[in-house]
Every structure is written in C-alpha cells, then in structure tokens.
C-alpha cells in the first residue's frame, strides 16, 4: 500500500505483491497487537480447543495457549489503509451474508406453501 504522505507533483506508484504462490495460509483465530507512536505489532495464532467433559471444568480454566504464527510491524499510514478496506470488505461481507440469509429464508418459505394442499 502506498505510504500516506507525498511530496506535491509526486507520482504515486502502485506496489503489486507477486510470488505469493507458495505462501502457506493459516488459519488465525488470536491477534495480540499492541503499538507505539510510529508502528503496530500485530502477532497473529491459533488456539486449539480444550476438551472439556463438564461444563464445571470450564470454572477452572483461566486461558489457553495460542500457538504464535509469525509477528509483522504495520506503520501507522498502511495501518489507516488496512482499516478503512478492511472495514470496507466486513460491511460488504456483511451485506451478502443478510442477502444470502433472506434468500434461504424465501426457499424455506417458497418449499413450506408448496407442500400445503391447495384451496378451492
């Protein structure tokens, strides 16, 4: 993402991630960030699930591990960048879920009057 301040009459290129082929994908369910004046340490996990055989069990337990995947340094421009798309694509996201849901709520709707009787 480009950085946020630029000289006036500069050009502004964009930057084009290539290679990500091989990159693994996790899948990440605990974040830690924590930041300074100029950066934001984000430290991205993944906690596994305990077992539990009674809910009284869960009393008792005060934390589980997450397994740290790996740590990146986001400077305070790119992070203003990440929020205002990720923001973007939760509400899109969001959008398409209550789209799909009111669909599935019409089929289920459309399938119950199909199998009444019909009246004369």
Known sequence: MPEERKASGAKQIKTVLVGDEALPTHYVNSVNI????????LTFGTALPIEVSAMSEL????????????????SRSVMKQV???????????????????????????????????LES
């Open 83 to 117: 929020i205002d798309l990720m923001t973007t694509l939760y509400e899109n996201q969001t959008e398409q879920i209550k789209l799909m849901q009111a669909s599935q709520g019409k089929e289920e709707e459309d399938v119950n009057h199909s199998d009444r009787p």
């Open 34 to 41: 924590r930041s300074d004046l100029e950066a934001f340490f």
């Open 59 to 74: 009393e008792n337990i005060e934390s589980i591990n997450a397994h740290s995947l790996f740590r990146c340094v986001i």
